[in-house]
């Protein structure tokens, strides 16, 4: 295939692209050749300086990094040394929580501590189980050791709360499988009762309420407490209300 220019078109265009060239290359020689003025020299001066400053800065910080890595790591030292205090400090008070029941509990026995009572409850508390209609009971009764004899009875539990708005009262009937006959006790010291109890479907209990009933006295020991109060669970001795 042959190319057909026109002559005069050709050459005109030529021309053009030579000046354009040569416009660009002195251009370039213009700026690569002008010298550096003096506001060029500053802002250089002051871009060295900025970089210095920068470099000495991240320094710092560095330093700062590392001193606050230490102080973290102090800081984990002195939380775990303190949750330990205060682990020993609670098992210590926990300890001397149990010595003191304990030691209530022989001066009851004694009759060392101003009371000189015969058949009582030293202890009650309430545990909930996977249901939260039952209830498990345990009772801790004692007798002075000056009248040291065999003691047998029964205990009649009661159960004081409301039903649909109104106060109610169930007796043992209703609050145990129907099979299980009241709890009895048969000691010379002390013993120790447990059970369950299962509460009707729409009762709130709000106490609970204890008569002992043994042979061959004249009147029932009676004791009642605050619900709450039992299923807190507080060590020692629970005082009946």
């Not at 026109?6 to 060239?21: Q, R």
């Not at 004081?160 to 007796?171: A, F, H, I, N, Q």
Request: some cysteine; charged content about 20%.
């Amino acid at each position: 295939m042959k190319f057909i220019f026109k002559k005069n078109g050709f050459w005109e265009a030529a021309a053009i692209t030579l000046c354009v060239g040569a416009l660009l290359l002195f251009v370039t020689w213009q700026i690569a050749s002008q010298p550096v003025t003096p506001v060029q020299e500053q802002l250089q001066g002051e871009v060295e300086f900025l970089s210095g400053e920068l470099a000495a800065v991240n320094q710092r910080m560095n330093r700062l990094s590392a001193r606050n890595a230490v102080l973290e790591r102090e800081t984990d030292v002195l939380r775990q040394a303190n949750r330990l205090l205060r682990e020993q400090e609670s098992s210590r008070q926990a300890a001397l929580n149990q010595q003191q029941s304990e030691l209530d509990f022989f001066r009851r026995l004694a009759g060392t501590g101003g009371a000189q009572s015969g058949l009582d409850v030293y202890h009650a508390e309430l545990l909930t189980t996977g249901s939260d209609r039952v209830f498990q009971f345990i009772l801790t009764l004692t007798q002075n050791i000056r009248r040291a004899s065999i003691i047998n009875g029964r205990v009649r539990i009661d159960v004081e709360g409301t039903m649909e708005d109104r106060p109610v009262t169930l007796y043992w009937s209703r609050i145990s499988d129907g099979d299980t006959p009241e709890p009895t006790f048969r000691f010379k010291y002390f013993q120790q009762l447990e059970g369950y109890l299962t509460l009707p479907e729409g009762f709130s209990p709000t106490r609970l309420k204890l008569t002992l009933e043994a042979g061959g006295r004249r009147k029932p020991v009676q004791r009642s407490y605050a619900w709450t109060t039992l299923l807190e669970g507080a060590p020692g001795a629970i005082s009946p209300q």
